[in-house]
């Protein structure tokens, strides 16, 4: 099976760079808190953000994989206190974008609204990512968008109900052909 350092590092390649907190994950480590902390609304607010991002079709969604609490873990154990405090300003942040586009909270938009707000964001961190100088920190939803890949994909659920998956695979085959439509494989 597949163990979680080896499936963030996977993640991690897919989305082309690194994965903000990795290192510390990785390492186990417990890096200094601004003295954060996420309450039940946090965790159901950054649920609803990732099942945005990846919601549930013919498998399960992120919020299925409980990707608001594997948020609040990174961002507090593994996130340094600025990354702390841009993702928890980011929270903020993104409830106002909706308040601003569709005259009311993210919790209180619609399935479309949220869609087309997070595809906004999204164009808005690109752009960011794009101009930024490389000691200049990553976006907050870049932050909150590579949290839910990698919660996600990480995640039981994710590797074994998204992705195909075998617990013990049989001989080593290093090409096999991949049909449109086919889950990948997750790998052990």
Same mark, same amino acid.
């Given at each position: ?32 808190? =601004? ?16 099942? =945005? ?5 013919? /498998? ?15 961002? /507090? ?42 595809? /906004? ?23 909150? +968008?590579?949290? /839910? ?21 049989? +001989? ?17």
């Amino acid at each position: 099976m597949m163990n979680r350092r080896e499936a963030l590092s996977r993640v991690a390649i897919i989305m082309g760079g690194t994965v903000l907190g990795a290192e510390a994950f990785l390492s186990g480590c417990k890096t200094a808190s =601004t003295g954060i902390s996420f309450s039940a609304a946090d965790i159901s607010f950054l649920d609803e953000v990732a099942e =945005t991002i990846l919601p549930a079709t013919n /498998t399960p969604g992120a919020k299925e994989a409980k990707v608001g609490e594997f948020m609040k873990v990174m961002v /507090t154990d593994c996130y340094e206190a600025k990354d702390q405090t841009i993702f928890m300003d980011g929270m903020k942040k993104l409830d106002e974008a909706s308040t601003k586009a569709n005259g009311k909270s993210f919790m209180d938009s619609d399935a479309k609204q949220r869609h087309d707000l997070l595809v /906004t964001l999204d164009k808005e961190a690109k752009a960011h990512q794009a101009a930024k100088k490389p000691e200049e920190p990553k976006h907050y939803f870049t932050m909150m +968008k590579e949290l /839910t890949l990698t919660g996600f994909f990480t995640s039981e659920v994710g590797a074994t109900k998204a992705l195909r998956y075998v617990a013990v695979p049989g +001989k080593f085959e290093g090409s096999v052909p991949y049909t449109k439509g086919e889950k990948a494989w997750a790998t052990s």
